[in-house]
């Protein structure tokens, strides 16, 4: 089953013409509903109205080199390891869903474009990467909404309470989860319930591509972009127009503290407020 690609085996009933030029729509609709909401909330206006403030107030300038290479640092902090998450069981359910979308989607391009029928042999691995890139989107995926999302985790709200918020979240899930459902019906004979969960699987994934400008899919476009954009501005010295981070090993900076208690505290205060999970509901 893992290694049959289940888009060959449909192309018995469905063109695979059909499915390509789907796909083609569905690339457009992130395309488009990118573009448009970045014409609407303004983000590229902001983005480049604040380099251009920060470049006037910059201390220092940052070549086209120093550049590319705090690029390739957010490409692989920032994006690759999604450094921005500080709790270690967010950041893991996070990289699942990232990678296992990621390889979900190219392997259900290649499979559609490349190996549409079974008169061309789909190589094994794909359909296996497929099927274990569905699997992490979903083990990713239903972690964090279950046992990581604040307002579950945090607030004690029900998991299966809904907000607008929420429609890239369930929508991913729902599509990927009759994805493969489908796949299984399919490869197992499931009859009249292949034929539902196909109908699920279409409804849903186009409800995730086709909702970008009221969701938050189009965000994993814009968090690249703000990470570096932050780095930058470190790297000129505008820093956001937040202070230098204080050194404490500096008797001047030390004794400047308004506190006298603080002035001789030590370095590491301890956890603090994350000693605990805020879970008092």
């Not at 909401?37 to 006037?56: L, N």
């Not at 220092?60 to 690029?71: N, P, Q």
Request: aromatic share 12%; proline share 6%.
């Amino acid at each position: 089953m893992i290694n049959t690609n289940p888009f060959a085996e449909l192309s018995a009933s469905i063109d695979p013409v059909i499915m390509q030029t789907y796909i083609i729509v569905m690339v457009v609709l992130v395309v488009g509903g990118t573009i448009f909401d970045m014409v609407h909330k303004k983000s590229a206006q902001y983005f480049f109205a604040k380099m251009e403030t920060d470049k006037a107030k910059a201390k220092r300038e940052v070549g086209g080199g120093e550049k590319i290479s705090l690029a390739i640092q957010t490409a692989l902090i920032e994006g690759a390891t999604s450094s921005e998450f500080c709790n270690p069981m967010r950041r893991i359910a996070h990289l699942l869903g990232m990678y296992g979308f990621v390889l979900y989607v190219a392997t259900t391009a290649i499979m559609v474009f490349g190996f549409p029928t079974p008169a061309t042999p789909t190589p094994e691995i794909l359909p296996t990467l497929w099927w274990i890139g569905g699997l992490m989107v979903c083990v990713g995926g239903y972690w964090f909404w279950f046992f990581i999302r604040v307002d579950v985790s945090a607030e004690g709200h029900s998991p299966f309470r809904l907000v607008r918020a929420d429609l890239f979240i369930v929508s991913l899930l729902l599509s990927t989860t009759f994805g493969l459902i489908w796949a299984y019906a399919q490869a197992t004979g499931g009859g009249t319930w292949t034929t539902i969960f196909l109908g699920l699987y279409l409804l849903s994934t186009t409800v995730l591509f086709g909702s970008v400008p009221w969701s938050k899919f189009s965000h994993m476009f814009f968090k690249p972009a703000a990470a570096l954009e932050k780095r930058i501005s470190v790297a000129n010295g505008t820093r956001a127009n937040l202070p230098e981070p204080a050194d404490r090993t500096n008797p001047a900076v030390r004794d400047s503290h308004s506190m006298e208690l603080l002035k001789d505290a030590p370095q590491s205060m301890g956890l603090g407020i994350k000693r605990e999970q805020p879970r008092h509901y």
